[in-house]
């Protein structure tokens, strides 16, 4: 497992599914598209439309595009 990362800051958070381990498929709260207290993500930064996150759960480091703001394109 990796470490969390020393940019991980609790106050930066995201709600996004983790691809490393999935935790959040049986929550009823993710699944019904609401903020859960328990799966969430280090939101580690950004790059236009792109965010750096990391899962508290198990430690897996990706980037998920939004589409949204600058850089980004309309998913339409």
């Not at 995201?14 to 969430?40: M, Q, T």
Request: aromatic share 8%.
């Amino acid at each position: 497992m990796l470490p969390i990362d020393p940019h991980a800051d609790l106050g930066r958070r995201a709600w996004v599914p983790c691809p490393g381990c999935r935790d959040d498929k049986d929550c009823g709260a993710c699944l019904g598209g609401r903020n859960c207290g328990e799966h969430w993500r280090y939101l580690i930064g950004n790059t236009g439309s792109r965010l750096h996150l990391q899962c508290p759960a198990c430690t897996h480091l990706w980037d998920h595009e939004t589409h949204f703001g600058a850089g980004g394109t309309a998913p339409f």
